[in-house]
């Protein structure tokens, strides 16, 4: 994990849903937050390390990174092959976690190309020219197995998670459905 604010926990806990993880090693701009993200590991049943990001590409298979940050975070020679990166921090004009070479060496994949390549991670790789529109995947055509996913072990992956509004409604309505079928719902008169 390359941050530790509010959103980190719940990638962490996405993440551990889908697959099976040995620890967490994270690394975050303030250190003092890293706590709160280790107890979340600890909840999860996962042994938890600080490490610098040097450290944390060599020993992650799977890099989550959830900043804010307008300048890279993740250094191109850092990264070993298999390696999947999800980029998944605030999406805006100038933002970048990892360096734009990653780009160029790995097999990307997005929610919604046009955002990847104005406000997402893909935005600086594509206007210095390591990549093309054309290079990346909408993560849509590999679920509905129109185009691969991951094809070898040796593979480096980036998904550039930007966030969709229809997806995140589509979401919030099952929520409500479930709260309501639970009785947890709550209604308010406007």
Same mark, same amino acid.
């Given at each position: 994990? %390359? ?7 719940? +990638?962490?806990? @996405? ?8 620890? %967490? %090693? /994270? ?6 937050? &890293?706590?709160?993200?280790? @107890?979340? /590991? ?8 600080? %490490?610098?990001?040097?450290? &944390?590409? @060599? +020993? ?10 307008? #300048?890279? &975070? ?15 921090? !605030?999406?805006?004009?100038?933002? +970048? ?9 790995? !097999?990307?994949? !997005? ?10 991670? /893909? +935005?600086?790789?594509?206007?210095? #020219? *390591? ?25 480096? !992956?980036?998904?550039? #998670?930007?966030?969709? #509004? *229809?997806?995140?409604? @589509?979401?919030?309505?099952?929520? /409500?459905? &479930? ?12």
């Amino acid at each position: 994990m %390359v941050g530790a604010g509010h959103q980190s926990s719940f +990638q962490l806990r @996405a993440a551990v849903e889908q697959r099976d993880f040995e620890k %967490v %090693v /994270a690394w975050n701009f303030h250190p003092e937050m &890293l706590p709160k993200l280790a @107890a979340v /590991a600890e909840e999860l049943g996962l042994p938890f390390e600080s %490490v610098t990001c040097e450290e &944390l590409c @060599a +020993q992650a298979d799977v890099i989550i990174t959830i900043t804010s940050a307008f #300048g890279s &975070l993740i250094d191109k020679d850092w990264i070993k092959p298999g390696t999947h990166i999800a980029c998944m921090g !605030t999406d805006t004009k100038g933002k +970048q976690e990892v360096d734009a070479d990653i780009l160029a060496l790995a !097999t990307v994949f !997005t929610d919604e190309i046009a955002q990847s390549i104005t406000i997402g991670e /893909a +935005q600086h790789a594509v206007a210095s #020219g *390591l990549i093309k529109e054309s290079d990346i995947t909408p993560i849509g055509d590999v679920i509905n197995s129109t185009k691969p996913g991951r094809t070898s072990d040796e593979e480096i !992956t980036l998904f550039d #998670g930007t966030g969709v #509004g *229809l997806q995140d409604l @589509a979401v919030a309505s099952v929520a /409500a459905q &479930l709260a309501e079928e639970k009785g947890l719902a709550t209604y308010f008169k406007l």
